[in-house]
Nanobody, 119 residues
Framework: VQLVESGGGLVQPGGSLRLSCAAS????????MGWYRQAPGKQRELVAT???????NYEDSVKGRFAISRDNAKNTVYLQMNSLKPEDTAVYYC??????????????WGPGTQVTVSS
């Protein structure tokens, strides 16, 4: 199973970006999917999560600005980021709990995608 993120880049403050994360491989089902981020010199922190049923959860600093969604048919999770601030600059990582074809639940991380908010 692999997770691959895309959509990062450089954006000016107040701008928007949309991140995508696609899961592929021997997948029976995907439970939770989420986005985390890690800024230089800081610990990795949770940004947003979404369950298979669509229940979402957000870190306080991104509430009202970011929106997480998923397409179960495509095994893909998205993170729409609006009103971006310089403090949102970080490497963003996709995380998922996936049941494989062996019916074992495992956690996976993507390699990360850089988001830089700067004028």
């Amino acid at each position: 199973v692999q997770l691959v993120e895309s959509g990062g880049g450089l954006v000016q403050p107040g701008g928007s970006l949309r991140l995508s994360c696609a899961a592929s491989g021997s997948i029976f089902s995907i439970n939770y999917m989420g986005w985390y981020r890690q800024a230089p010199g800081k610990q990795r922190e949770l940004v947003a999560t979404i369950t298979s049923g669509g229940t979402t959860n957000y870190e306080d600093s991104v509430k009202g600005r970011f929106a997480i969604s998923r397409d179960n048919a495509k095994n893909t999770v998205y993170l729409q980021m609006n009103s971006l601030k310089p403090e949102d600059t970080a490497v963003y990582y996709c995380n998922a709990l996936i049941v494989g074809l062996d019916y074992v639940l495992r956690g996976y991380w993507g390699p990360g995608t850089q988001v830089t908010v700067s004028s």
